[in-house]
């Protein structure tokens, strides 16, 4: 067999691949996704073509000899967002990196080089590969040049593959001829000009009978039709210019070695260093565990002899300052590492004479004892052991989250390149072999080394990251109030929230029956079956066979989307029962049917909730999310009766008042708003009778529930267009509705302007309490990704400061709670609201309690109101 060399466009490819996948970001805030997808591609095609040779031409940003020759070559072309833009200089170094060859020369683009050195491997007696995504390569295609254009088809990418043989079937010109039909057709992408009025079909039919446009010249009173004909008539110097700049030019002056091409490991260390930089975690197996290892990595050592554990457990509780990671098994804990200064870390596993429980005692000791302790998920091992809550305690994952908000999720690796400048094996290596990284199926090596560097980290990286937060202006954040949060979260959790079972399944049923209703009075209407649960089936019925007005239609069929049916619903009771009959299997399928599989054995749903998931702060939670059971509906809220105090207990509900408004006075400082909320006006009426110029006494409600869309969407930067799509009114009543709010709260607006040059300029928003959010978005080249973050800098301040009081209030409420010995306790937060389960006789000093810490949260210019009631079960309580 003939040796092979793949050639590569890499302008092309890293073009197609920043297109074809979603915005990357590394935590320097590098974009990446580019890089990422033209390795990819670039492996899958190695991979399939298994080359001997290897080159990736670059165009330069300097003119060509077509730019001499047409002023206006490429003069079409839209300037390459930034994002794009800083990842040319970011793939080349990481190709480099793989000892990958790079070809560029002055003067000639990267099509030139790729034809010429395709020219020479075939004079060579090899077989060549170009990839690009770029058809005017398919001239270059021959018997031994071989052309790959990818493209996606159906959200899948795929690869066409032309030989001269696949170009004469499919476009019926041989290769050179492709150059004669852009001499005719030109070309929009480059702004080559062709001849007027000639398109693909004619200039094909041209080509194919007379083989270049000189021939076609010369037999030119035979040009059918005569529309063709005259203008090439009139136009044939175009044609002769067009042929020129359309040409490849073969015989480039390029300087190419074969020796650097020649393929070689391109998993190198210095490629694993920016892999690991640029946080591609799923390209790290490919690289050799020998080349990996050449790093100093920390030692560590496994401790099973019980004398020997003994005395380190000893060390530990006399340090100082400790790094603590427990791994878990499939039952309980597999082992605990320890790391203490100066000394390599221990792992111990549970086997031998180190039982579970002599761990676990070691750790509560550890824990409660006055050693500063770093940890990974303290909420987690607090399920296992007793760890008081007291400063001193400091979980890297929480650190590590406000430092960057946007993340998916926080690692030790991650931790340790960002903070302390070491590069250690992420999860996917240690556990390599494994689809999904999971300590409880590892083997015991790779169980021990997860937890030794876990505890590494723990103890380096928790100073570092101290000092980051101090720097950052977020110290306070971390140790006032997200460390604590941690406690009352976990407290929250082992609570739970009592269910009862049997109504939950008869909830299911009464809802099972309406459905039922529902589907058979949608069939009728519609005049036949069908899936209602198909968009493409529904999309069909409304707007072909029913004739309704509003279709939109896509490559998959009709838009059936809520904001399309919200709009036909108030004329046609028909979508409105779709509507309904789709709340209605989404209330069975997520709670009547979703919430039973959590019930536990005392009858209760213990919840998940989590602090490092929302970039704003707010807490979330899952398996299952209790804070998102419905609340429009009535028949969404009934599933509130479920939810029930246990014996002698009852719910009392405390929901803070307009939080997000109130912030937004404080923080804006506008006198009439903080007025109002003094005065303890109401607030949407207030604002109705400013904007509309009436009476406060003669808003109408309609106006009222107008003035109060605007207030809570100004929170959240909302448009006219939003508003309007709101209110069911013009863009322009919803324009004039803005502004007249901003003219009644002058100082909102120049707050709100403010966040946003703020954001602009520092790279975040900023929380009343010091939280960061950080808003790329604002330096994106796209329009909509800079509007949206414009929304997000106006809201984030607001939205991460209430966050943040309801988190003081939480802790505060708790601690209240279990420093007076009441049996009452917290068991829900769901965003502005605290649900406690409280004992009868402990109603009026709990009531007293949360009035109290939810008022005092924090110290705003306006007052803090707190709306209580009891219930007998969450239904009644809320």
Request: proline share 4%; with cysteine.
């Given at each position: 067999?003939?040796?092979?060399?793949?050639?590569?466009?890499?302008?092309?490819?890293?073009?197609?691949?920043?297109?074809?996948?979603?915005?990357?970001?590394?935590?320097?805030?590098?974009?990446?996704?580019?890089?990422?997808?033209?390795?990819?591609i670039?492996?899958?095609?190695?991979e399939?073509?298994?080359?001997?040779?290897l080159?990736?031409?670059?165009?330069?940003?300097?003119?060509?000899?077509?730019?001499?020759?047409?002023?206006?070559?490429?003069?079409?072309?839209k300037?390459?967002?930034?994002?794009?833009?800083e990842?040319?200089?970011?793939?080349?170094?990481?190709?480099?990196?793989?000892?990958?060859?790079?070809v560029?020369?002055?003067?000639?683009?990267?099509?030139?080089?790729?034809?010429?050195?395709?020219?020479?491997?075939?004079?060579k007696?090899?077989?060549?590969?170009?990839l690009?995504?770029?058809r005017?390569?398919?001239?270059?295609?021959?018997?031994?040049v071989?052309?790959?254009?990818?493209?996606?088809?159906?959200?899948?990418?795929?690869?066409?593959?032309?030989?001269?043989?696949?170009?004469?079937?499919?476009?019926?010109?041989?290769?050179?001829?492709?150059?004669?039909?852009?001499?005719?057709?030109?070309?929009?992408?480059?702004?080559i000009?062709?001849?007027?009025?000639?398109?693909?079909?004619?200039?094909?039919?041209?080509i194919a009978?007379?083989?270049?446009?000189?021939?076609?010249?010369e037999?030119l009173?035979?040009?059918?039709?005569?529309k063709?004909?005259?203008?090439l008539?009139?136009?044939?110097?175009?044609?002769?210019?067009?042929?020129?700049?359309?040409?490849?030019?073969?015989?480039?002056p390029?300087?190419?070695?074969?020796?650097?091409?020649?393929m070689?490991?391109?998993?190198?260390?210095?490629?694993?260093?920016?892999?690991?930089?640029?946080?591609?975690?799923?390209?790290?197996?490919?690289?050799?565990?020998?080349?990996?290892?050449?790093?100093?990595?920390p030692?560590?050592?496994?401790?099973?002899?019980f004398?020997?554990?003994?005395?380190?457990?000893?060390?530990?509780?006399?340090s100082?300052?400790t790094?603590?990671?427990?791994v878990?098994?499939?039952?309980?804990?597999?082992?605990?590492?320890v790391?203490?200064?100066?000394?390599?870390?221990?792992?111990?596993p549970?086997?031998?004479?180190?039982?579970?429980?002599?761990?676990?005692?070691?750790?509560?000791?550890?824990f409660?004892?006055?050693?500063?302790?770093?940890?990974?998920?303290v909420?987690?091992?607090?399920?296992?052991i007793?760890?008081p809550?007291r400063k001193?305690i400091?979980?890297l994952?929480?650190?590590?989250?406000?430092?960057?908000?946007?993340?998916?999720?926080?690692?030790?690796d991650?931790?340790?390149?960002?903070?302390?400048?070491?590069?250690?094996?992420?999860?996917e290596?240690?556990?390599?072999?494994?689809k999904?990284p999971?300590?409880?199926?590892?083997?015991?090596?790779?169980?021990?080394?997860?937890?030794?560097?876990q505890?590494?980290?723990?103890l380096?990286?928790?100073d570092?990251?101290?000092?980051?937060?101090?720097?950052?202006?977020?110290?306070?954040?971390?140790e006032?109030?997200?460390?604590?949060?941690?406690?009352?979260?976990?407290?929250?959790?082992?609570?739970g929230?009592?269910?009862?079972?049997?109504?939950?399944?008869?909830y299911?049923?009464?809802?099972?029956v309406?459905?039922?209703?529902?589907?058979?009075?949608i069939?009728?209407?519609a005049g036949?079956?069908?899936?209602?649960?198909?968009?493409?089936?529904?999309?069909?019925i409304?707007?072909?066979?029913?004739?309704?007005?509003?279709g939109?239609?896509?490559?998959?069929?009709?838009?059936?989307?809520a904001?399309?049916?919200?709009?036909?619903?108030?004329?046609?009771?028909?979508v409105?029962?779709?509507?309904?009959?789709?709340?209605?299997?989404?209330?069975?399928?997520?709670?009547?049917?979703?919430?039973?599989?959590?019930i536990?054995e005392?009858g209760?749903?213990?919840?998940?909730?989590?602090?490092?998931?929302?970039?704003t702060?707010?807490?979330?939670?899952?398996?299952?999310?209790?804070?998102?059971?419905?609340v429009?509906?009535?028949?969404?809220?009934?599933?509130?009766?479920?939810?029930?105090?246990?014996?002698?207990?009852?719910?009392l509900?405390a929901?803070?008042?307009?939080?997000?408004?109130?912030?937004?006075?404080?923080?804006?400082?506008d006198?009439?708003?903080?007025?109002?909320?003094?005065?303890?006006?109401?607030i949407?009426?207030?604002t109705?009778?400013?904007v509309?110029?009436?009476?406060?006494?003669?808003?109408?409600?309609?106006?009222?529930?107008?003035a109060?869309a605007?207030?809570f969407?100004?929170?959240?930067?909302?448009?006219?267009f939003?508003?309007?799509?709101?209110?069911?009114?013009?863009?322009k009543?919803?324009?004039?509705?803005?502004?007249?709010y901003f003219a009644?709260?002058?100082k909102?607006?120049?707050?709100?302007d403010?966040?946003?040059?703020?954001?602009k300029?520092?790279?975040?928003s900023?929380?009343?309490?010091?939280?960061?959010?950080?808003?790329p978005?604002?330096k994106?080249?796209?329009?909509?990704?800079?509007?949206?973050?414009?929304?997000?800098?106006m809201?984030s301040?607001?939205?991460?400061?209430?966050?943040?009081?309801?988190?003081?209030?939480?802790?505060?409420?708790?601690?209240?709670?279990?420093?007076?010995?009441l049996?009452?306790?917290?068991?829900?937060?769901?965003?502005?609201?605290l649900?406690?389960?409280?004992?009868?006789?402990?109603?009026?000093?709990?009531?007293?309690?949360?009035?109290?810490?939810?008022r005092?949260?924090?110290?705003?210019s306006?007052?803090?109101?707190?709306?209580?009631?009891?219930?007998?079960n969450?239904?009644?309580?809320k």
């Amino acid at each position: 067999m003939s040796e092979k060399i793949l050639l590569i466009d890499g302008h092309s490819i890293l073009n197609r691949a920043y297109y074809g996948l979603p915005n990357l970001t590394n935590w320097e805030g590098l974009h990446t996704n580019a890089v990422y997808g033209f390795l990819n591609i670039m492996t899958k095609v190695l991979e399939e073509e298994k080359p001997e040779y290897l080159a990736v031409a670059f165009d330069l940003h300097a003119p060509t000899f077509r730019h001499k020759m047409y002023d206006a070559y490429k003069g079409t072309r839209k300037p390459m967002p930034e994002e794009l833009r800083e990842q040319v200089p970011l793939i080349k170094e990481v190709l480099t990196a793989m000892g990958v060859a790079i070809v560029t020369k002055e003067g000639y683009e990267a099509d030139d080089l790729l034809g010429t050195i395709a020219g020479l491997a075939e004079k060579k007696g090899m077989d060549a590969t170009i990839l690009s995504g770029d058809r005017d390569l398919l001239q270059l295609a021959t018997d031994h040049v071989l052309i790959r254009i990818p493209k996606t088809k159906g959200g899948k990418t795929e690869v066409e593959d032309y030989h001269a043989k696949e170009v004469l079937e499919t476009y019926q010109v041989t290769p050179p001829q492709i150059i004669e039909l852009k001499a005719l057709m030109g070309d929009t992408a480059d702004n080559i000009p062709g001849i007027p009025g000639v398109g693909e079909k004619t200039a094909t039919k041209i080509i194919a009978a007379y083989g270049s446009i000189e021939n076609a010249h010369e037999h030119l009173e035979e040009i059918k039709p005569n529309k063709a004909k005259e203008s090439l008539r009139d136009h044939y110097d175009l044609a002769v210019l067009s042929k020129k700049l359309a040409t490849i030019d073969t015989e480039s002056p390029v300087e190419f070695s074969w020796e650097a091409a020649r393929m070689g490991n391109l998993y190198t260390p210095e490629a694993y260093d920016y892999f690991k930089r640029l946080e591609f975690k799923n390209l790290l197996s490919r690289f050799d565990q020998q080349e990996t290892e050449q790093k100093e990595l920390p030692s560590w050592r496994s401790v099973e002899d019980f004398a020997e554990a003994e005395n380190i457990w000893n060390q530990a509780e006399q340090s100082a300052q400790t790094g603590v990671a427990v791994v878990d098994g499939m039952e309980g804990i597999r082992g605990v590492a320890v790391a203490m200064e100066d000394q390599e870390v221990v792992y111990f596993p549970v086997e031998g004479f180190q039982t579970e429980g002599v761990l676990c005692g070691h750790l509560e000791r550890l824990f409660a004892g006055s050693s500063e302790i770093g940890a990974w998920d303290v909420k987690s091992i607090r399920k296992k052991i007793e760890i008081p809550e007291r400063k001193g305690i400091f979980d890297l994952g929480i650190g590590a989250y406000l430092m960057n908000p946007l993340k998916s999720d926080y690692t030790y690796d991650d931790v340790a390149k960002e903070y302390l400048g070491e590069q250690l094996p992420s999860q996917e290596e240690v556990f390599s072999g494994m689809k999904k990284p999971d300590p409880k199926k590892a083997d015991n090596e790779q169980a021990a080394a997860y937890g030794a560097y876990q505890a590494y980290v723990a103890l380096h990286g928790k100073d570092a990251l101290k000092k980051a937060l101090q720097e950052a202006g977020m110290w306070n954040l971390f140790e006032e109030i997200e460390m604590p949060l941690v406690f009352t979260l976990d407290d929250m959790e082992k609570e739970g929230i009592l269910v009862k079972g049997e109504e939950l399944k008869l909830y299911g049923e009464k809802l099972e029956v309406r459905i039922r209703e529902l589907e058979e009075k949608i069939y009728e209407e519609a005049g036949e079956t069908f899936n209602i649960n198909s968009p493409k089936q529904l999309g069909v019925i409304l707007f072909e066979k029913m004739q309704m007005p509003g279709g939109k239609k896509t490559k998959t069929g009709y838009s059936t989307a809520a904001d399309v049916l919200d709009k036909l619903a108030p004329d046609y009771p028909f979508v409105a029962d779709i509507l309904e009959y789709r709340q209605l299997t989404k209330l069975k399928s997520t709670y009547a049917d979703g919430l039973a599989g959590y019930i536990g054995e005392d009858g209760r749903i213990h919840s998940t909730f989590n602090q490092t998931i929302t970039a704003t702060g707010r807490i979330s939670s899952t398996e299952p999310n209790l804070q998102n059971i419905p609340v429009r509906m009535e028949l969404g809220r009934l599933i509130r009766k479920v939810f029930v105090p246990r014996d002698g207990f009852v719910f009392l509900d405390a929901d803070y008042s307009q939080i997000e408004l109130r912030v937004l006075a404080h923080l804006s400082g506008d006198e009439m708003l903080i007025k109002a909320y003094r005065e303890a006006q109401d607030i949407h009426r207030m604002t109705a009778s400013q904007v509309f110029h009436i009476p406060f006494d003669e808003v109408t409600p309609l106006q009222r529930r107008n003035a109060k869309a605007v207030n809570f969407g100004i929170v959240y930067g909302i448009s006219s267009f939003g508003l309007s799509q709101d209110l069911s009114i013009t863009r322009k009543e919803a324009a004039d509705y803005i502004e007249k709010y901003f003219a009644t709260y002058p100082k909102i607006k120049s707050y709100l302007d403010g966040e946003v040059e703020k954001a602009k300029a520092d790279g975040y928003s900023l929380t009343m309490f010091g939280r960061r959010r950080p808003v790329p978005e604002l330096k994106s080249s796209n329009f909509m990704q800079r509007s949206f973050g414009e929304r997000i800098a106006m809201n984030s301040p607001i939205q991460g400061t209430a966050a943040d009081i309801i988190k003081i209030a939480m802790i505060r409420v708790n601690q209240a709670l279990r420093s007076e010995h009441l049996r009452s306790r917290l068991v829900l937060q769901v965003h502005d609201e605290l649900l406690i389960e409280t004992a009868k006789e402990e109603v009026e000093e709990v009531s007293a309690i949360l009035e109290r810490e939810m008022r005092q949260a924090a110290d705003l210019s306006v007052p803090l109101e707190v709306d209580m009631h009891t219930g007998e079960n969450w239904y009644e309580a809320k």
